[in-house]
């Protein structure tokens, strides 16, 4: 009668645990893909934002994008910087991989008031400016033989600019901040996000280049840069 009971209620105690890993497996995912969802809405108001006509233009040579939905800069004195984003590789016309995800931070310190928000797409037009940001952290203005244009909106010359370019950045910003810029900032991949959006193994190489995994949260993207 005991060992009837004992068996009943750890059977018991198991049906009632399952249930709850799904759920749990799910809320951690959420934060990954709002920021897949929030890097094609990024990619869409960039790239088809009238102050960037040559952005769809370098899009038909690119290697990879890097899209960073929202680098949140602000301070008053000491400013800082962060975000996250998304890299996709082009083997193909049409064909893009699944979404590699990065870390993006800043720090400086100088006349900086007020606060920014940046949409920034990062289109790398060279196998130097790919593999720079696949190797290992990323630092602007530090990686030798690497060029970097920055593009906003008050920048005139875009095309002049790129010319020789690696990698050539996109921003729409919203609010002020004196002193902002990319130098200095720097791309990580970041590992932790990786292993839970695709599994164990998972790495911007193993996902962009190799294309070991895959997620259907991220079709709709890979849909949208299809065009290119």
């Known amino acids: 009668m005991t060992l009837v009971r004992r068996a009943f209620l750890q059977g018991s105690a198991v049906t009632i645990a399952v249930p709850l890993l799904p759920a749990n497996a799910a809320l951690a995912d959420a934060k990954r893909q709002a920021l897949v969802d929030d890097s094609l809405e990024a990619a869409r108001k960039v790239l088809n934002d009238k ?3 040559d952005a769809v233009r370098l899009m038909g040579r690119s290697k990879a994008v890097l ?3 929202q680098l949140v800069q602000g301070g ?8 996250r984003g998304t890299l996709l590789v082009r083997s193909n016309p049409g064909s893009w991989s699944y979404p ?18 940046s949409e920034i ?4 037009l060279t196998e130097k400016g790919l593999h720079a940001l696949l190797e290992s952290k990323f630092k602007f203005g530090a990686e030798a033989g690497v060029t970097l244009v920055a593009v ?6 875009a095309t ?3 010319v020789g370019a690696d990698i050539v950045a996109y921003a729409r910003s919203t609010g002020l901040f004196a002193g902002a810029s990319l130098e200095g900032s720097y791309l990580d ?3 932790d996000w990786n292993s839970m959006y695709y599994g164990r193994g998972a790495n911007p190489r193993t996902i962009a280049l190799e294309r070991r995994f895959t997620n259907p949260g991220a079709e709709r993207l890979r849909q949208f840069l299809a065009r290119w």
């Open 160 to 162: 002049t600019a790129a």
């Open 67 to 69: 899209i960073v939905p």
């Open 51 to 53: 102050e960037y006509p």
């Open 189 to 191: 991949p970041d590992h």
């Open 76 to 83: 008053f004195i000491f400013g800082a910087a962060g975000g």
């Open 152 to 157: 906003g909106t008050t920048v005139e010359g």
């Open 100 to 117: 590699a995800f990065y870390t993006m931070g800043s720090g400086s310190i100088g006349l900086q008031i007020g606060g920014k928000v």
């Open 121 to 124: 797409v990062f289109i790398i």
